[in-house]
């Protein structure tokens, strides 16, 4: 991986993105820096990603008692930094909703009792910690809800908004607009960058209500599916490792991986099926 890292110039006519394309690499993954944790630290944040992938609405007491009986003694205070920066917040009801993030922004969730009929009816997007050898980065997709298909995805070193907004745009120029998106009530998409452009194409806005499990339940099987079939079994060494890696998983998970709820189907199949 490093070797055809090496390849990528500044001083080339094509510009880094360009050069990127051509290689078939992420261009994010060529300004990666591992993150400045702690060996202990990384350790105790890949420990409570699996946690709380098995038990969503464990909160900071919970986590910390999970350390306990791992023998790690971690105080709540650290416990709630690391989860800040892993971007994961425990589901469970919460008082004051509207105090939390740009009220003005968030929209309301229209997916309760709706049924996805056709490809690009409904996306989902949300984003999600991932772990490394060394350090982390965070890893954006978006899923069509019909198809089950991966459409758009990208990994970045930050939870910056521009971030899916610009997975967002890259999905709908290969694959057209969804009628409806649907994401959680974050930073990235209770913005006005968002919102503006989602809106202005025309696309549906909607939002899981705070606290609420099943509003996204099926990229949270996607999450699943990553970390437990590939993420954990694969801890990338640098962030083109990573890159490729998911880029083979997705497809495989795109292109030959079955899925019961819709009729043992690959995604891709039921995404580009004639009705």
Not at 50 to 59: A, D, F, K, S
Not at 115 to 132: F, G, K, L, Q, R
């Amino acid at each position: 991986m490093s070797e055809i890292k090496s390849y990528i110039s500044d001083n080339e006519k094509l510009s880094i993105r360009q050069q990127c394309q051509l290689l078939g690499i992420n261009r994010s993954s060529i300004y990666y820096d591992p993150v400045g944790e702690s060996d202990e630290n990384l350790r105790i944040m890949r420990l409570m990603d699996q946690e709380h992938l098995e038990y969503p609405t464990h909160g900071v007491l919970q986590m910390q008692d999970f350390l306990s009986v791992q023998s790690l003694i971690v105080n709540q205070k650290r416990i709630r930094r690391l989860l800040r920066l892993m971007g994961i917040m425990a589901i469970y009801p919460k008082r004051n909703l509207s105090k939390l993030g740009h009220a003005k922004y968030v929209r309301p969730y229209l997916l309760r009792g709706l049924e996805a009929t056709h490809s690009n009816h409904v996306w989902a997007i949300d984003i999600t910690y991932i772990p490394m050898a060394k350090g982390f980065m965070y890893l954006v997709a978006i899923i069509d809800l019909y198809s089950r298909m991966v459409v758009g995805w990208d990994v970045f070193n930050s939870l910056n908004a521009e971030n899916p907004l610009m997975v967002l745009k890259s999905a709908i120029a290969q694959y057209g607009k969804p009628e409806i998106i649907n994401s959680d009530q974050g930073s990235q998409f209770t913005c006005a960058s968002w919102i503006d452009f989602v809106g202005h194409s025309g696309i549906k806005i909607s939002m899981d209500g705070k606290g609420r499990a099943l509003d996204n339940i099926f990229i949270e099987r996607l999450w699943r599916t990553v970390k437990q079939d590939y993420v954990y079994l694969n801890p990338a060494s640098n962030g083109t490792e990573l890159y490729l890696g998911l880029r083979e998983f997705l497809n495989y998970y795109n292109t030959r991986k079955t899925h019961q709820g819709i009729g043992r189907q690959t995604p891709f199949t039921r995404y580009h099926e004639v009705a």
